[in-house]
């Protein structure tokens, strides 16, 4: 699993958002090599770029919280960021040339309307049918 989807995975089962210093010690308890501040700090600058994590001032620091959850949601943002429109296009076409997979984007897209992000803060903006949510 790489550190990005490791991170992201940390900060979608926070019940919080999360300091860059939280996140480093909670990665570093995983495992025996030590992860420096400055590697944490640059995966969380990644994943805000890619709009798979939001940052929020709080003072002095930053705190994180994640828009998405998992590999797919990270591969998601990371396509539809670098693709835009054209993901969007290609997707549906996919979708299209395939009966079972178009009911199912048919019924996610007129799924529930509750997101499934509860709260506030930057991933509670990011609900379905807004701009930074991802699968």
Same mark, same amino acid.
């Given at each position: 699993?790489?550190? /990005?989807?490791? +991170?992201?995975?940390?900060?979608?089962? %926070?019940?919080?958002?999360?300091? !860059?210093?939280?996140? /480093?010690?909670?990665?570093?308890?995983? /495992? #025996?090599?030590?992860?420096?501040?400055?590697? $944490?700090?640059? $995966?969380?600058?990644?994943? +805000?770029? %890619?709009? %798979?994590?939001?940052? #929020?001032?709080?003072?002095?620091?930053?705190?994180?919280?994640?828009? =998405?959850?998992?590999?797919? !949601?990270?591969?998601?943002?990371? $396509?539809?960021?670098?693709?835009?429109?054209?993901?969007?296009?290609h997707f549906v076409a996919q979708a299209r040339a395939d009966p079972a997979l178009w009911a199912q984007l048919a019924t996610a897209v007129?799924? &529930? %309307?509750?997101?499934?992000?509860?709260?506030?803060? &930057?991933?509670?903006?990011?609900?379905?049918?807004?701009? !930074?949510? =991802?699968?």
């Amino acid at each position: 699993m790489s550190l /990005q989807v490791r +991170v992201l995975d940390l900060l979608s089962s %926070a019940d919080r958002p999360l300091q !860059g210093r939280e996140i /480093q010690e909670r990665l570093n308890q995983e /495992q #025996e090599h030590r992860l420096a501040y400055t590697t $944490v700090l640059t $995966v969380l600058r990644r994943l +805000v770029e %890619a709009g %798979a994590a939001a940052r #929020e001032r709080s003072g002095r620091l930053f705190l994180y919280q994640a828009t =998405c959850r998992g590999e797919v !949601g990270l591969a998601v943002r990371k $396509v539809f960021a670098h693709y835009g429109a054209d993901a969007v296009e290609h997707f549906v076409a996919q979708a299209r040339a395939d009966p079972a997979l178009w009911a199912q984007l048919a019924t996610a897209v007129a799924g &529930p %309307a509750s997101p499934r992000w509860e709260g506030s803060g &930057p991933a509670a903006d990011a609900a379905p049918g807004r701009s !930074g949510w =991802c699968g």
